[in-house]
């Protein structure tokens, strides 16, 4: 039986905290029911940096969903990956004199001047998912506890390599460094194994840098270098088909307790990872509640705090 540990109380609260942050900076109220009778309907500019995965997708949906529940009229920019079109794009917004903005950045440094630009313009502005660099800037920030949530999947998988009586080769995806998030699952997954030298030796570390061709060559590579892995955690779920495809190349695609499985991980709890745990494959993901973020976000699935962490997240494993 697949257990899912996602709290319907914690999706309501992650969307009213995004939309929180930003209706404080508004100095308006936090409602729900949309503006009180005679009041302006305020603007949200949404600009995310990427609709690769399902996460992002499903984020700009929920956004969508949580502005129109408020009566809040909403502009969406997707900067596909270029950090230049999305300054210009929060320019854009700053020019319309929206009420408030969230952005999701290519990564924490580019985000600086976007932040400094709109608290020049005296215009709330959060960051959902990825917070910025230390910097004067002044933002909300609404992320997952990444080294938490990482730490906890991470130590679920090594309880379930302690129960075979054998010591695993693991291998670890890592995402682009130049994402905060990734930095943080990397640590979890570090601080998890070295807790646990009896059970883990890590011999493969790939960078990803979120690319499916980058992380599937290395996985292959990593395989060819160490036939005998047999735990993998990745930062993403979105890299798991290049997992897949490469474990089925090399015949070790095995449902769990089949003789051979290689125990998997992950994070996101997207639809990949929710249908590969049905089918029996997939051991363990950590979960970002992506109804919870938004409305914190606008108005941030192990358990998290963090300075403008709030406990959004949990674990779904398969049992």
Not at 197 to 210: F, G, K, M, Q, S
Not at 260 to 273: E, K, M, N, R, S
């Amino acid at each position: 039986m697949k257990q899912n540990l996602l709290s319907l109380v914690a999706r309501s609260a992650l969307f009213t905290a995004v939309f929180t942050a930003l209706l404080t900076g508004c100095g308006k109220p936090d409602t729900s029911s949309g503006p009180a009778s005679g009041e302006k309907q305020l603007t949200i500019g949404v600009s995310f940096e990427t609709l690769q995965t399902e996460f992002w997708v499903a984020s700009l949906d929920a956004f969508n969903a949580e502005c129109a529940k408020r009566n809040m009229k909403m502009i969406q920019a997707i900067a596909d990956g270029d950090a230049n079109r999305q300054i210009e794009q929060v320019k854009n917004f700053i020019t319309r004199k929206v009420d408030g903005i969230v952005l999701v950045p290519k990564d924490a440094k580019a985000c600086i001047p976007i932040i400094k630009a709109a608290n020049a313009a005296n215009i709330p502005i959060a960051l959902f998912n990825r917070p910025p660099d230390k910097s004067d800037a002044r933002s909300v920030a609404v992320v997952a506890d990444n080294f938490a949530l990482t730490r906890e999947t991470v130590t679920y998988m090594i309880g379930e390599a302690r129960k075979t009586g054998a010591k695993h080769k693991a291998m670890v995806l890592i995402g682009d460094l130049g994402d905060i998030n990734a930095i943080g699952r990397r640590d979890g997954f570090d601080a998890a194994v070295k807790a646990a030298p009896d059970v883990i030796e890590v011999v493969a570390r790939v960078p990803t840098e979120w690319n499916q061709e980058k992380a599937q060559a290395g996985v292959v590579n990593a395989l060819q270098a160490n036939p005998d892995i047999s735990f993998i955690f990745t930062s993403s779920d979105f890299l798991f088909p290049s997992i897949v495809s490469a474990l089925k190349s090399a015949g070790k695609y095995k449902k769990v307790g089949e003789p051979g499985h290689v125990i998997l991980g992950g994070f996101d709890g997207d639809a990949t990872a929710w249908q590969m745990l049905n089918d029996g494959y997939l051991d363990a993901t950590g979960v970002q509640d992506v109804y919870f973020k938004p409305s914190r976000t606008s108005a941030p699935e192990s358990r998290s705090k963090t300075p403008s962490k709030t406990p959004v997240s949990s674990s779904t494993k398969g049992t």
